[in-house]
Each structure stands twice: as C-alpha cells, then as structure tokens.
C-alpha cells in the first residue's frame, strides 16, 4: 500500500507556541485529509483538501495541500492543552475508499 | 444524536479462540468501514461496505477475517483461530453515502474501538 510518513513523529511544546508538522506521500494523492485522536478514541477529521495548493484553515488549524500532491502540512497557532493528541494525515487509495493513514505526530503541551 | 458504538470495548481472549467485534453506526449512514490501528500506528484499512455488500474487502489480513452487515446497519468483524499478531484496536467508521472518485470526500465518523488482546 501507499506510504505516508509524518514528521515530527512527536512534539512536546508550551501552551501559546505554534506547531508545524507535515505528511509526505510515495504516490499522489487528490485529496488530503487531517485527523486528530484523543486517548481512548476514534480519530476526528479537522480538515480536508482537495486541490494542490489549496491552503485550508479551522479555528486555529490550517492545513495545505501541497503543489507536488505528494505533501500536506498542518500548522496549529497558539496551542492550548486540548490540543494533545495524535495528529494523523490520510489519503484516499486509488479506489477511493479505501484511506491510508499516516504514522501520527504525537503533540503534547506543556501548561 | 448517537455516534459510531463499539462493542466491547475491550476483550482479551486466548491464542485460536474465536471473536466477534461489533459496530452499530450513525443511523442512516450506508457505508461503514472497518479499520485496525496497531499500538503507535495509525488506522489500517480492512474492509467497507456500502448497503449490506462488502464492496472492497482488500485490506483483510486473511481469511481468518470476516466481516458482514447483513441488515445494511450493524456489522461484526469476525476473527477466527486469533494470533497474538491480531492485537490491536479495531476502529469502525461510517458514513453518509460513498462518494467515489478523488474530487470529494463523505466524512467518515469514527467509533471509540474495540481493544482486542490475544493472549
């Protein structure tokens, strides 16, 4: 299956900080997707990207789609605690419905 | 409204027993997908569904893994003659409707998951 590493594969920042992390891809994708996981739980999607270039943002996330189509990025402005999770990139297989996910960038943050 | 459950939410079980994880989705959603995440991995595709069809199945280990939504809502994950390599958390997801093509994506709503533990 398609490869898709995360860096940094962990973060430990201080509350108020910005966090950049990014995902890179073996294969091209058409759409990117953004997900973070609490402890115990599903992933929740943050955000999705579907066109090359295309800068998304939500609250204080904000996520790009890179031109190459083989790389996303996520940046968090401003961290607070809730912020601590795993933070996973995804991308769809070449049928569509089947989705890759990334390695997983583990951010905690330091009050 | 209610979200994706998982039932158990935790089950250990010994080398070759046989177990049966289940998903109940949002209601009304017509597609659900079962995926599992090894500890420090992320989600690992295994099977979806759209209506009561296994429409893409590719992801399943082997043939020691079953899946089936007969009624087109619930669905059991069927693992037999489990390996202690079967430990993980298997997550399921759904969503409204299946969009194909890479223009557009139905978001896919997770569950808590089912820890599974071959001893």
């Known amino acids: 299956g398609q490869q898709l590493n995360q860096s940094p594969q962990s973060m430990f920042i201080q509350e108020g900080e910005d966090v950049s992390m990014n995902c890179t891809s073996s294969?091209?994708?058409?759409?990117w997707l953004w997900y973070k996981q609490d402890p115990g739980e599903g992933p929740v999607l943050l955000i999705a990207l579907y066109k090359a270039g295309e800068l998304t943002s939500n609250g204080r996330l904000t996520a790009q789609f890179g031109i190459t189509r083989k790389d996303s990025f996520l940046n968090i402005s401003a961290s607070i605690p809730s912020d601590v999770g795993i933070y996973f990139c995804a991308g769809p297989g070449t049928t569509g419905n089947q989705f890759y996910f990334g390695t997983g960038t583990s951010l905690t943050v330091i009050p | 409204g209610a979200g994706v459950s998982q039932t158990p939410s935790n089950k250990v079980t010994e080398k070759g027993k046989y177990v049966e994880l289940r998903c109940d989705p949002i209601?009304?959603?017509?597609?659900l997908y079962w995926y599992r995440q090894s500890l420090g991995q992320g989600p690992e595709f295994l099977i979806y569904f759209q209506g009561t069809g296994a429409a893409d199945d590719s992801g399943l280990p082997n043939d020691r893994f079953f899946a089936v939504r007969p009624e087109g809502s619930v669905s059991t994950l069927k693992i037999q003659r489990t390996e202690r390599g079967d430990s993980a958390v298997y997550l399921c997801?759904?969503?409204?409707?299946?969009?194909?093509?890479?223009?557009?994506?139905?978001?896919?709503?997770f569950g808590p998951g089912t820890r599974l533990t071959v001893l």
């Open positions: 294969s091209i994708f058409n759409t």
């Open positions: 997801a759904s969503s409204l409707t299946f969009v194909g093509g890479f223009s557009s994506y139905n978001e896919q709503f």
């Open positions: 209601s009304g959603h017509t597609a």
